[in-house]
């Protein structure tokens, strides 16, 4: 009974908890996390948006050249765009693509990296044709592949997206989300389960939302070795984005539900959440006693349970801040 109550109010009667580290950081955009728990993305300064690394305690300087941070892999390597194109950043260098073609598109200008492999390949996409994309690894070269849209690499260098371009075909279709690992090609879900994947680990644990026609409301999901599993949500739940997910299959992002009524009004509540084994859990509920901290979008996971964290501190919800969230 106790962990049917703990599962319908958000949280486990466990003793998981988590240390958290204010990183003092405004994010922008898109945040990771890897396994050394470095950090790395877009935050705020001086009220314009600017690269930033967290290694070893500290914030490092990344040249001024790069504009965009889209990845960051296990070694610290980032996936790039920079004034010149996109292209990796790597122990403090940048290395741009030549700016050479492929099917028509310029590389600098044409393609944009949707992320970064633990062996320092970027995936880039540029538009194709008849509304496909083209996507490639650089600088390992792979042959270019059509994709409607992929969505995720992982440190292998598998990638994970969908063949419908926002546009939902109808269920006799088939799945509409794959993975593909070299000359393989895996299906996400099965035709009445219309995946999106939003992230995959390299041991290719794969996280999105889904929605079962008519339904309109997505759902997070899980996906590992041709298993599809529906995670939970908080009751009166009115949406869920699943963000990130680790190797061994724990995801985070957010959800917004009913809250309980509050000065005779039923109001609206958005939390961070933690998607561990079959339970959902609110983060907020997992943070020791006296955290002066709102949390509201968990942004990335790494293997050792780190969880990346947008929050508004509670004496001054704004600007936003960064946290590192450390099991212990």
Request: charged share 20%.
């Amino acid at each position: 009974m106790l962990s049917l109550l703990g599962c319908l109010f958000g949280f486990l009667p466990t003793q998981l908890h988590y240390t958290v580290l204010d990183l003092r950081i405004e994010p922008v955009e898109r945040v990771y996390l890897n396994d050394r728990g470095t950090a790395a993305g877009m935050m705020r300064e001086g009220g314009m948006p600017v690269p930033f690394l967290y290694q070893k305690g500290k914030l490092q300087p990344i040249a001024s050249q790069v504009l965009q941070v889209h990845g960051l892999n296990r070694i610290d390597e980032l996936a790039i765009v920079g004034i010149g194109g996109p292209g990796i950043w790597r122990r403090g260098k940048t290395h741009l693509l030549d700016g050479k073609t492929r099917d028509g598109f310029p590389l600098a200008n044409g393609g944009l990296p949707i992320g970064i492999d633990d062996m320092g390949n970027v995936l880039l996409v540029s538009h194709g044709v008849e509304g496909a994309f083209s996507a490639w690894t650089w600088p390992q070269k792979s042959d270019s592949k059509q994709w409607p849209m992929p969505t995720a690499i992982a440190g292998d260098g598998a990638i994970v997206g969908i063949k419908s371009r926002g546009r939902t075909p109808p269920p006799s279709t088939g799945p509409i989300a794959f993975l593909v690992k070299g000359a393989f090609r895996t299906p996400i879900g099965g035709p009445d389960e219309l995946a999106i994947p939003s992230c995959v680990s390299r041991s290719h644990y794969v996280g999105g939302t889904f929605t079962t026609p008519p339904e309109n409301f997505r759902r997070p999901f899980r996906w590992f070795g041709g298993k599809f599993e529906a995670l939970p949500v908080p009751p009166e739940c009115k949406m869920t984005v699943l963000e990130a997910i680790n190797d061994r299959g724990d995801a985070v992002g957010l959800a917004t539900w009913v809250g309980r009524p509050h000065e005779g009004a039923v109001v609206g509540h958005r939390g961070a959440c933690l998607w561990s084994g079959a339970v959902w859990q609110e983060l907020q509920h997992l943070l020791p006693d006296g955290a002066e901290y709102e949390l509201l979008e968990a942004k990335a996971i790494n293997s050792s349970g780190q969880i990346l964290v947008i929050a508004a501190p509670k004496a001054k919800p704004f600007p936003r801040t960064l946290l590192l969230l450390t099991p212990g």
